[in-house]
């Protein structure tokens, strides 16, 4: 089975510039999480999606940040315009639901570099 | 206070001892609680969870928590060198996983 397929992987692109990432979720899961980790921050929490729908977005760090769930395989997170302190790797992960027993599964990352 | 507060270590541990991984959380209503690992260069995948006090044991690897001193911890047996990795405590509340940043073990030959 496919896991959680993310895209780019790796991406590098110029300050100022538009950036979108694409996730494609586990067939069959409710939720759809964006993580951002970097080594002074960690792992944080984005937004989140249930059934497409746009749940909580308050990590979302400013404006420049926003993310859409058109349908239940494919979601994306764009940044516009694009910083150098935006440069981290981002994480998609899918859960069959929200309850706590249930396992998030995580896509591979994007490697984003702002120059 | 950061909600989940780990050691960044790295911790070094020789292979074949007991490694043992703490965390502590802040919020008193966290309702689960998990273990993810993740390799160098590679995504979390989860490897423990627990949401009751005491031990959960899974074969190398046993989970403690402790709800009263909002405490948990991972101990990972006869270490070998592929345990050599980030590992990464969760809490569950609110429909949301939050992240520690991570204790590096590094399990020596």
């Known amino acids: 089975d496919a896991g959680v397929i993310q895209s780019p992987r790796h991406e590098v692109t110029e300050m100022g510039q538009e950036v979108t990432l694409r996730c494609k979720p586990i067939?069959?899961?409710?939720?759809l999480f964006w993580y951002r980790q970097t080594m002074m921050r960690g792992l944080e929490l984005l937004i989140y999606f249930n059934n497409n729908v746009p749940i909580d977005d308050s990590g979302m760090p400013e404006d420049r940040f926003s993310a859409k769930m058109p349908n239940a395989s494919f979601s994306t997170l764009k940044i516009q315009p694009s910083e150098p302190r935006d440069s981290a790797v981002y994480f998609c992960?899918?859960?069959?639901?929200?309850?706590?027993?249930?396992?998030?599964?995580f896509g591979p990352g994007t490697r984003l570099t702002v120059l | 206070q950061k909600e989940v507060e780990q050691n960044s270590g790295p911790l070094s541990v020789p292979e074949g001892a007991i490694a043992s991984l703490n965390c502590t959380y802040s919020d008193r209503v966290s309702q689960s609680f998990f273990w993810y690992r993740q390799y160098s260069g590679k995504s979390p995948e989860l490897i423990m969870s627990i949401y009751s006090n005491g031990d959960k044991e899974d074969g190398r690897f046993t989970a403690q928590l402790n709800k009263a001193s909002q405490y948990v911890s991972l101990l990972i047996r006869d270490s070998q060198p592929s345990d050599s990795a980030t590992y990464l405590c969760?809490?569950?509340?609110?429909?949301?996983?939050?992240f520690g940043k991570g204790t590096r073990l590094h399990i020596l030959p």
């Open positions: 067939s069959g899961h409710d939720y």
């Open positions: 992960a899918s859960s069959l639901s929200g309850r706590a027993d249930n396992e998030q599964f």
């Open positions: 969760a809490v569950f509340r609110d429909d949301k996983i939050i």
